[in-house]
């Protein structure tokens, strides 16, 4: 499944494209062919590329056991997390793009995409395994799924818990300390699960190191200004492409080199749709490319 990634060298030639419409022809003679269409724009193109990355991960889900199809639906859930916030927009008369395709994958996305109001979704929520968002705002919806995901992931899947918690200190990084906004009281609960009720309680970058937990604590290390923290958000898909790598390596035929697996085709993704967007910009590496490709 690995290999169907189109990996570094790869992604640095899309990028050299000198516009999205070339980069999208050569990626359509890629494995991402199954969605991605000469033609497509670059918002629909880097869709695609999700798309393709969530039926890898489903077709995977047929060939594992029961353990790990359980580890798959939760690794997949931030694509359902996505799928909601999308379905907010669609709720308040946006247009969102079709919603990802997860199949028994799905945490309670049938339920929750049949529901025509904010109140409603809520409630669906509720009802679920996601549990009670605390209230209807779509951003007390969306930070509660982003927490509540990463405390069951820690939970759920050891494997990944370092990345799970070095993306809720991120999320507290950028939400509490750069925009000054505290975090609505359930995701609070659940941010606190996961690195600490220091670290969610701080206000500015150098408390939130200091309060971090040290599985959390990589990701902002250097960052010592709230105008860095994109090189930290790329440095943690570097730190993912890492383990992932050594887990598929060492991690034999265990839970371990599924866990990587996953990860390593998420990261090609995020790759990708980097690479598409320097390509759209004119072509040639960029310093966020580079920093994960």
């Not at 995701?187 to 220091?198: D, E, F, K, M, T």
């Amino acid at each position: 499944m690995t290999r169907r990634r189109l990996g570094r060298a790869g992604c640095v030639r899309l990028a050299s494209h000198p516009s999205v419409e070339a980069a999208v022809v050569e990626l359509a003679r890629s494995t991402y062919g199954r969605q991605v269409r000469p033609g497509q724009t670059l918002s629909e193109v880097q869709r695609a590329v999700v798309d393709v990355t969530a039926w890898n991960v489903r077709v995977l889900a047929g060939w594992v056991p029961r353990e790990g199809v359980t580890v798959l639906r939760v690794l997949i859930a931030v694509l359902e997390a996505a799928n909601v916030q999308d379905h907010l927009e669609r709720l308040a008369g946006g247009q969102p793009p079709a919603p990802f395709r997860l199949g028994g994958l799905a945490t309670a996305w049938p339920r929750l995409q049949r529901t025509t109001s904010a109140p409603g979704l809520r409630r669906a929520l509720a009802a679920s395994a996601w549990g009670d968002p605390g209230g209807e705002s779509p951003r007390e919806i969306t930070l509660w799924l982003r927490t509540t995901l990463a405390d069951r992931v820690v939970a759920a899947v050891p494997e990944a818990g370092a990345w799970a918690s070095g993306a809720t200190a991120l999320l507290v990084a950028r939400e509490v300390v750069l925009e000054g906004r505290r975090l609505p009281e359930r995701a609070r609960l659940a941010a606190s699960r996961v690195i600490g009720p220091a670290a969610v309680s701080a206000t500015s970058l150098p408390e939130l190191a200091a309060a971090l937990p040290a599985r959390a604590r990589w990701a902002l290390a250097g960052v010592e200004r709230p105008d860095a923290l994109w090189r930290a958000e790329a440095r943690w898909w570097a730190r993912v492409d890492a383990d992932a790598t050594a887990l598929v390596r060492h991690a034999g035929t265990g839970r371990g080199v599924l866990v990587g697996a996953v990860a390593l085709l998420a990261v090609d993704a995020w790759r990708v749709r980097a690479a598409l967007e320097v390509a759209a910009r004119g072509g040639g590496p960029t310093e966020a490319l580079d920093a994960v490709a």
